[in-house]
């Protein structure tokens, strides 16, 4: 399942997608909820019962904000949150 | 309506109804889904995975009342009590607040499986407008979903801007989609849908000399508009299905059809329960289940 977390306003779409497929046997010991800087990741038993990394419902409305940080502006090269998670299941829509 | 009573123009039909041509005696399960959504509550019963009774109300300040009131339409209606039912799922915005609730299920799940149900098992497509936020969710053939996108952070395009519509026009909410379309040529629409400054761009076009056919035009098209881009953000793949209180809306559900290109799926089911009414499906299924592992045991 693709789980889209975030929001479009004004200023834009910001989005975190998960491909929670990915996450059945995470290959990369659940590295998401240590790689993101703010600890944004939780890992949740979705409704199908398996074990899926969230974004936590406190983040899902100011991406925008919360991850301005870790963008090229920040000085990062590539997220911290996606380079984290080796099985490739987490993309930002900016 | 006396000097000084304000008319609830907003007000939608709250709905209660049972299929008297089934016995839920007769019935081995009998599940209940209750969905407390911010704006209406509703409650459904489903007897050996087939869907009994419902009842669609407005939510009140208090979800544990909420759903109380919702399941107890139902049970009223049908002479059944709580204690009838096997097992009951709470959905939607109040869901871990459901007094009754053996479980929580988010309604994202639930309106996916709901669809299934009510569209059919061809139904890939599901857009949900609910009272205070949109979720465009796409499914599998079981109703399983396989990719989800939801906006709550803004009431823009949802069942609440419509209300404050109806009661800026002074025009019953059910009349406003089919007012929308007695308008001689189609209005552009109202560049912003924020719930807030709608109604003051509404009032500056009313000003302008726009009649309320128009301006309720305008704004259907700016709604449609808005849940346009969110759906696109994860595709259209037929069959394509509406559910939520909007979908009652044909004003911007044949808006919302003609920007995507494709016809939203007929059902004879009212739109609103689809949240409840997959609680009470996956309710069966899960009592389905133990069944069988008793058996197996």
């Given at each position: ?14 989005y975190i997608s ?77 | ?49 087939e869907l009994y ?186 069959d394509f299905f ?56």
């Amino acid at each position: 399942m693709i789980a889209n977390y975030g929001y479009k306003d004004g200023s834009g779409e910001y989005y975190i997608s998960i491909d929670t497929d990915k996450c059945i046997g995470c290959t990369a010991g659940r590295a998401c909820l240590t790689g993101c800087p703010k600890g944004m990741f939780e890992i949740i038993t979705d409704d199908y019962d398996d074990e899926v990394a969230a974004v936590k419902q406190s983040f899902r409305r100011t991406l925008a904000f919360d991850c301005t940080g870790c963008k090229p502006a920040g000085g990062y090269t590539s997220l911290p949150c996606s380079t984290a998670c080796t099985p490739g299941a987490i993309k930002h829509s900016w | 309506m006396t000097a000084g009573e304000k008319k609830e123009y907003w007000r939608w039909q709250e709905n209660c109804w049972i299929d008297e041509s089934k016995n839920w005696r007769d019935a081995k399960i009998i599940t209940a889904g209750i969905d407390v959504g911010s704006v209406s509550s509703q409650a459904v019963i489903c007897v050996d995975g087939e869907l009994y009774g419902f009842n669609s109300m407005r939510t009140g300040n208090n979800s544990p009342d909420s759903a109380t009131n919702a399941i107890n339409g139902v049970l009223e209606k049908s002479g059944m009590k709580l204690e009838d039912i096997t097992y009951v799922i709470g959905t939607g915005y109040g869901r871990v607040n459901v007094p009754f609730a053996h479980k929580a299920i988010t309604e994202i799940a639930c309106h996916a499986r709901g669809a299934n149900y009510m569209g059919g098992n061809s139904v890939r497509t599901i857009l949900d407008m609910g009272g205070q936020d949109c979720k465009a969710i796409h499914c599998d053939e079981k109703g399983k979903v396989t990719n989800f996108l939801m906006n709550d952070k803004c009431a823009a395009g949802t069942g609440r801007g419509m209300e404050v519509i109806a009661d800026l026009m002074q025009i019953p909410i059910a009349e406003l989609g089919q007012r929308s379309f007695d308008v001689d040529v189609e209005p552009e629409a109202v560049s912003s849908t924020c719930v807030v400054f709608a109604k003051s761009e509404a009032l500056g076009l009313l000003k302008a000399g726009y009649s309320k056919n128009k301006v309720i035009a305008a704004y259907c098209q700016a709604m449609a508009e808005r849940v346009v881009s969110l759906i696109e953000r994860i595709g259209v793949e037929n069959d394509f299905f509406i559910t939520g209180g909007i979908a009652k809306n044909p004003g911007v559900v044949k808006r919302i059809e003609k920007l995507l290109g494709t016809k939203a799926v007929d059902t004879k089911y009212d739109s609103q329960i689809a949240g409840a009414l997959g609680a009470a499906l996956f309710g069966y299924t899960l009592m389905q289940k133990q069944g069988a592992s008793k058996a197996a045991a």
